[in-house]
């Protein structure tokens, strides 16, 4: 009986030990390089990836539409986000390694913004404050309905 027990035990460490390194080697680390605007924690609770999980195409676009209109809200109209992934080389069995490739371009201010014909309503987020376009009633960063 004693042996049993302490075979049990040994086993179920095992299966803890397999359960704990199949999550650590899914572990996923996000970088952004040439955000100036946004910072990098804004950043990452706006994609808000879980730290866990592997990450399909879909997936992995909805982060950089999310960030996309975050910058044109705040009147970058011209930012490009793209994605490199890749797997780091500081882990000995892997994980994921997201990079968010942020090119800003100009900023527009409101005057010229009505010189170019985009010109934003004086609609803006309750939450956070950014001006919203005319046809937009939603907040692109955080959905909530504009004032």
């Known amino acids: 009986m004693r042996y ?19 999550h650590w ?23 808000s990836l ?8 879909e997936n992995e676009l909805h982060p950089v539409r999310k960030i996309t209109a975050a910058y044109r809200a705040l009147g970058y109209l011209k930012t490009r986000v793209s994605t490199d992934r890749q797997l780091p080389h500081t882990h000995v069995l892997g994980g994921e390694f997201i990079r968010f490739e942020i090119v800003e ?26 001006y919203l376009r005319e046809l937009s009633a939603k907040c692109p960063i955080c959905g909530a309905l504009s004032k």
């Open 4 to 22: 049993r027990l302490r075979n049990l035990l040994l086993l179920q460490a095992v299966i803890c030990f397999a359960v704990w390194l199949g």
């Open 25 to 47: 080697q899914t572990r996923r680390t996000i970088e952004f390089a040439g955000n100036y605007a946004i910072t990098d924690d804004e950043l990452k609770s706006l994609t």
């Open 50 to 57: 879980p730290a866990y999980g592997r990450l399909d195409f």
């Open 105 to 130: 371009g100009p900023w527009y201010d409101d005057e010229a913004l009505l010189k170019i014909g985009k010109a934003f309503s004086r609609k803006h987020c309750p939450a956070h404050g950014s």
